[in-house]
């Protein structure tokens, strides 16, 4: 880390906070402290403790980037921000005390973030020119000074847009930082442990990309009683599951190698989608049994119990599978296998690049071997 690098140092300056445009001050706080902390997890290697803005927006009730494309009364749109103005100052003072949490010598762990921290300084930078270019306000019949609805309507549109590229930004570096991390050889034990119901048994001994074989997959539903429920329940119950748990040698999903697709296997089929994929712990070969079965989707479909790929190269390889726990508020929520090297939560754009689509789970009542 160089020794000049601070807390102090990386977070921007003050955004501005337009004369007339009062009932936006307290979202301008929240949005530049947003973009602070989302700054300083970069430096410090941990993104993936970010506020996703647009969930907190979705659930304190106000609107968020989507309500604003098509609005009916601008003004009353903006004063839902004042109502919950407490809520938004609130938010402002728990960000700046994580932000003042974060020790200097933390910073700068990671090189990776460092084009990331770049583009959300740029993003910065463009609000603040938005801000600072806000007309002046004139002077209403009840003798207050105000900005026109329609240019404070801008102003807010802009803040929402910022904090939303912000954390687009912010997702990918993580996921960046995730396969870096997933290409480390050595951090997974050495167990010979297979995963025992398909590819007879036997753990993959590389994950190495190889064109997947003509599809022999089939599929059987052992019990249709709700298996999305089941699957998501399964998936929950191996949150914090790390490689480097001594636990993790009898996990079923171990399979001495990259671990993700034996992941979402296990857990459909304890759910009752029992699938023989044609290899069972190889993404691209899962990919193409899904079209092969029909199973296979697009993102804009993505449901809960979905399986959903992901492309983190942009090569037209999916390398990494996990499985949709919700969609709400434009993003994707996941349960994965294999992220970081363990069973974690995380969270999609749903128009996010990097997601190849989605996998259906077989249709319940089907019976075909």
């Given amino acids: 880390m160089s020794p000049t690098t601070t807390v102090e140092k ?29 700054i300083l997890l970069l430096a410090s290697g941990d993104p993936r403790e970010a506020l996703d803005f647009a969930e907190w927006l979705d659930d304190k009730g106000l609107p968020g980037e989507e309500d604003l494309a098509d609005p009916t009364d601008k003004s009353a749109m903006i004063d839902r921000y004042k109502a919950r103005e407490r809520d938004v100052t609130g938010l402002t003072t728990d960000l700046d005390r994580k932000n003042r ?10 090189d990776d973030s460092k084009t990331a921290r770049g583009e959300i300084t740029n993003i910065a930078e463009r609000l603040r020119t938005k801000l ?18 329609g240019v404070e309507f801008d102003l807010l549109v802009s803040l929402l847009n910022a904090a939303d590229q912000v954390q687009a930004e912010v997702e990918g570096a993580a996921n960046a930082m995730d396969a870096k991390a997933r290409q480390i050889d050595g951090s997974v034990p050495t167990v010979p442990r297979g995963y025992d119901y398909n590819n007879g048994g036997m753990p993959a001994a590389t994950n190495a990309y190889r064109p997947p074989a003509a599809s022999k997959a089939s599929y059987r539903i052992t019990d249709p009683n709700d298996p999305v429920s089941r699957a998501l329940s399964v ?10 748990d001594a636990a993790f040698a009898g996990k079923p999903y171990n399979n001495g190698s990259a671990w993700c697709a034996a992941f ?4 459909w089929k304890e759910a009752g989608y029992d699938v023989t ?8 070969a899962v990919w193409n049994d899904a079209a092969a079965l029909g199973l296979q989707k697009s993102t804009a479909e993505a449901q809960p119990g979905d399986l959903i790929v992901f492309d983190w190269e942009g090569d037209g390889t999916p390398d990494h599978i996990g499985i949709v726990e919700s969609v709400s508020g434009g993003k994707i929520h996941t349960i994965e296998g294999n992220s970081s090297d363990q069973v974690a939560k995380r969270n ?22």
């Avoid at 994929?277 to 691209?284: G, L, Q, R, S």
Wanted: proline share 11%; charged share 30%.
């Fill in 10 to 38: 990386l977070e921007i300056d003050p955004l501005p906070r337009p004369w007339g445009a009062e009932r936006l001050h307290p979202l301008i706080g929240a949005v530049e402290e947003h973009i602070n902390r989302s």
């Fill in 101 to 110: 949490d974060i020790k200097d010598s933390a910073l700068d762990a990671l």
């Fill in 132 to 149: 600072e270019d806000a007309p002046d306000p004139t002077k209403g019949e009840d003798g207050v000074y105000r900005l026109p609805v």
């Fill in 235 to 244: 998936a929950s119950g191996e949150l914090g599951t790390r490689e480097t």
């Fill in 264 to 267: 979402t296997s296990w857990v």
């Fill in 277 to 284: 994929w044609t290899d069972f712990d190889y993404v691209p």
């Fill in 348 to 369: 999609y754009g749903i128009n996010s690049g990097e997601v190849v689509g989605v996998i259906k789970p077989p249709p319940t009542g089907s019976d075909r071997v």
